[in-house]
């Protein structure tokens, strides 16, 4: 089921997320089902929307939904960064559908997570994939892109060809 979109300025966005139990798995499964929804809706809406967090649509849990080719599930998620490469991007997010922020990303990260089946899973992501994961991990602990932005004129209105 689509849930609503928590937006920039909810204090809910702002709250650290707590781990997920094994013993939550089943109650997981239907949130993932809600994330799926939410992003899909969001994609249609705005031809845009690569994966999203669970802090965003207001379960402030430690869970990522990703659907590139396929879904990806990311459970008490870990990120570590094998080097100090950056890259500088603009960012965007769902709760804030028409700003661009730039950010600096590290350029390479791997992640460490349970996934559905409650097994330890490892992914090495470089580029925009590192840069997609940093950002959705930042949800997890509360941390917007705006707060990340690198100086005060690291904004960017986007102009939105969105289907009503």
Not at 11 to 40: G, Q
Not at 54 to 59: D, E, K, L, S
């Given at each position: 089921?689509?849930?609503?979109?928590?937006?920039?300025?909810?204090?809910?966005?702002?709250?650290?997320?707590?781990?997920?139990?094994?013993?939550?798995?089943?109650?997981?499964?239907?949130?993932?089902?809600?994330?799926?929804?939410?992003?899909?809706?969001?994609?249609?809406?705005?031809?845009?929307?690569?994966?999203?967090?669970?802090?965003?649509?207001?379960?402030?849990?430690?869970?990522?939904?990703?659907?590139?080719?396929?879904?990806?599930?990311?459970?008490?998620?870990?990120?570590?960064?094998?080097?100090?490469?950056?890259?500088?991007?603009?960012d965007d997010c769902m709760s804030f559908p028409n700003l661009f922020v730039k950010?600096?990303?590290?350029?390479?990260?791997?992640?460490?997570?349970?996934?559905?089946?409650?097994?330890?899973?490892?992914?090495?992501?470089?580029?925009?994939?590192?840069?997609?994961?940093?950002?959705?991990?930042?949800?997890?602990?509360?941390?917007?892109?705006?707060?990340?932005?690198?100086?005060?004129?690291?904004?960017?209105?986007?102009?939105?060809?969105?289907?009503?």
């Open positions: 089921m689509k849930k609503e979109i928590l937006l920039l300025g909810n204090p809910e966005l702002y709250k650290v997320s707590k781990n997920v139990k094994k013993d939550e798995l089943t109650n997981i499964k239907d949130i993932v089902n809600n994330l799926h929804d939410t992003l899909i809706d969001f994609r249609n809406k705005y031809g845009a929307g690569r994966a999203i967090a669970a802090p965003q649509i207001g379960v402030k849990k430690r869970l990522i939904y990703m659907f590139i080719d396929e879904p990806t599930v990311f459970i008490n998620p870990k990120l570590n960064f094998p080097d100090e490469e950056v890259m500088e991007v603009m950010v600096r990303r590290y350029q390479r990260a791997i992640i460490k997570y349970k996934d559905l089946n409650w097994m330890d899973q490892e992914m090495k992501l470089e580029g925009d994939l590192s840069e997609l994961l940093q950002h959705e991990y930042d949800h997890l602990d509360g941390i917007l892109a705006t707060m990340r932005a690198i100086d005060n004129k690291s904004f960017f209105i986007k102009t939105l060809d969105y289907k009503s």
